[in-house]
């Protein structure tokens, strides 16, 4: 293979890989979208409970509403966790880019330093750690507003489902901070 069709493969390759990334980036917003939609609903979880209440007295109220803010919770745990997957995959596929852009580079005859073909996480670190700062922003309002409102919201009906349902809580986003924090170590060190 000479170095022009061999400059064409890696491109071919290397926009694959960025269509692929790409993709992945865009299910992972539409994941968050998701996920808001279910915390709101997490608001309005109680008048719900309410009004189903009303109609039928013979529902015990706190076990309905205990039910329904757990199954809520799972639904975001199940969603965001799908959503650490996608992230590894973006991952993965950012690290095998950066690999076809040096080699496009070298075939380019580019010096070390040029920002041609250069998706370098290591050094991007404005972006990383914007990202870094926002990103752990919504996830820790958006944990505070799924623990806190619910066990606020139970703690008036049931001090016990009140506190199944903190310490679930607690013990999911633990879990999914260290999951996201061992997937990412690499790129966020500092």
Do not use: C
Not at 162 to 186: D, E
């Amino acid at each position: 293979m000479n170095s022009e069709q061999r400059l064409d493969y890696l491109y071919k390759e290397y926009v694959r890989l960025s269509q692929q990334a790409e993709e992945y980036i865009k299910s992972a917003f539409e994941d968050f979208k998701l996920m808001g939609v279910i915390g709101a609903t997490i608001a309005l979880w109680k008048p719900i409970v309410d009004v189903i209440v009303l109609a039928n007295p013979k529902i015990e109220y706190s076990g309905l509403l205990f039910l329904g803010f757990l199954s809520l919770l799972l639904i975001i745990a199940i969603i965001g966790f799908w959503n650490l997957i996608k992230q590894s995959f973006i991952i993965f596929f950012a690290d095998n880019l950066q690999g076809y852009e040096e080699e496009i580079r070298k075939e380019l005859n580019e010096v070390e330093n040029s920002r041609v073909f250069s998706l370098n996480l290591e050094k991007e670190t404005k972006l990383l750690h914007s990202y870094r700062v926002t990103f752990a922003a919504f996830l820790s309002v958006f944990a505070i507003a799924t623990t806190i409102l619910p066990f606020l919201i139970l703690l008036s009906s049931k001090i016990i489902y009140s506190t199944i349902y903190l310490l679930l809580s607690l013990t999911i986003f633990g879990i999914y901070f260290k999951v996201l924090k061992k997937s990412t170590r690499k790129y966020f060190n500092g």
